[in-house]
């Protein structure tokens, strides 16, 4: 089966500059993703989706396929699905390829671990009528929907004050789960309009350390001591 993973890296960032190759332990952090998904079993071929001829000269000095993206799906407002969607057709396009699964590799992500690529795979594989799959970290009681609070001229109220009143303490609320650090999708509900979170989809539970997710320099320091502390180890 081929399995393609796509790095989505453009070179415009509303907060770190050219954050997809800032420097972590003296390694871009397009680095680590591409070395997690080179070390997984099931991607067969693995290119970065750019606009950027900074970013596109890093790739080829990590022997890593550049794919060009056009200007228009670089701005703020372009999806990651609509990235996706084009690197599946213009591969279909230019060289009749054609990935039975859709790999999403942000680089932001550093500490995706190759184990947390293979086994989604295998579940999205085994599970029937699936469309796509991600991993996800669970959610913290404090953190919880149900404790959610709106401020409305000064006051406070809960968002959802009937289901807390249902459910007061941590152990009668319902899990709840965030956004981990991997997506993968079937190249065919892309091609047919879906999201890249296609449904039906199955869901894999991660520690939240792997999920870090860089967006400001905290993050990138914090990123620093997980690595230094051997929080997280990479492969």
Not at 97 to 113: D, K
Not at 160 to 187: A, L
Request: aromatic content about 6%.
């Amino acid at each position: 089966m081929e399995v393609l993973g796509v790095i989505p890296a453009r070179g415009g960032s509303k907060g770190l500059k050219y954050k997809n190759i800032k420097k972590l332990q003296n390694k871009p952090l397009l680095w680590y993703v591409a070395n997690a998904a080179r070390q997984s079993d099931s991607i067969t071929r693995l290119v970065c989706s750019t606009e950027d001829d900074r970013i596109a000269t890093e790739c080829r000095r990590q022997n890593l396929e550049v794919l060009p993206r056009p200007d228009e799906l670089a701005s703020d407002d372009a999806g990651i699905t609509e990235v996706l969607r084009h690197a599946v057709r213009s591969l279909s396009k230019n060289e009749n390829y054609s990935p039975q699964l859709v790999v999403r590799l942000l680089p932001t992500h550093p500490f995706i671990q190759p184990s947390h690529i293979d086994k989604l795979v295998g579940k999205i594989q085994s599970t029937q009528n699936v469309q796509s799959g991600q991993t996800l970290i669970k959610i913290p009681h404090h953190f919880h929907m149900y404790n959610q609070r709106t401020i409305e001229d000064g006051k406070i109220s809960y968002e959802f004050k009937e289901e807390r009143e249902k459910h007061p303490n941590r152990q009668s609320k319902p899990d709840t789960y965030g956004s981990g650090n991997v997506c993968i999708t079937k190249s065919s509900a892309l091609l047919s309009g879906e999201s890249h979170f296609a449904e039906p989809a199955v869901g894999m539970e991660i520690n939240q350390i792997y999920a870090l997710d860089i967006d400001r320099k905290e993050d990138l320091e914090l990123a620093e001591w997980y690595l230094k502390t051997q929080k997280v180890t990479i492969p």
